[in-house]
């Protein structure tokens, strides 16, 4: 498994922490950047993890910025990425096993204990292949190819 990661300058210091600890439990990692706390853009680095993830160079993205908002909406404009912005278990758990989601999101400021445990429990987390979650997302992906 190849998981990739993207933020911005506020979510710089995060994104390092999880890469981190990803590569001490054998995880592999691509960053897709920033690489310092310098001043940036975010969607420059949400393009390119969700065009990663949609081209299957990675099997999951991570992306953190500021509130986890902007990046998780700059990543969803990438045609075929389900990116949830999360604050749970709970969502995290949800956003997997019925939205199908390949990205999730968070703000700079959610503690690293509680984003490594995210992550973690995102990538195990299986999807639901009950017959409402596969018309739900279909619905999606029907209107997202108009």
């Known amino acids: ?17 999880i890469k981190e600890e990803l590569l001490k439990r054998s995880i592999a990692v ?6 310092s706390t310098e001043s940036t853009d975010y ?3 949400a393009f390119r993890l969700g065009e990663n993830v949609r081209d299957k160079k ?8 500021g509130s986890g908002i902007g990046i998780s909406i700059a990543c969803n404009k990438v045609k075929g990425i389900r990116c949830a912005k999360v604050d749970s278990l709970e969502d995290v758990i949800a956003t997997r096993t019925d939205n199908d ?5 968070f703000g700079e ?6 984003a490594i445990n995210m992550v973690i429990t995102f990538i195990n987390a299986p ?3 009950e017959e409402k979650h596969l018309r739900r997302r279909n619905k999606i992906k029907e209107y997202e190819e108009k």
Request: hydrophobic fraction near 35%; aromatic fraction near 10%.
């Open 1 to 17: 498994m190849k998981i990739g990661l993207a933020s911005d300058h506020r979510g710089y210091p995060l994104k390092e922490q």
């Open 30 to 35: 691509e960053d897709y950047g920033t690489n």
């Open 43 to 45: 969607p420059d680095y």
């Open 58 to 65: 990675v099997d999951f993205g991570v992306a953190i910025c």
């Open 101 to 105: 989601a390949n990205i999730i999101a």
């Open 109 to 114: 400021k959610v503690p690293f204990d509680k």
């Open 127 to 129: 999807c639901s292949m």
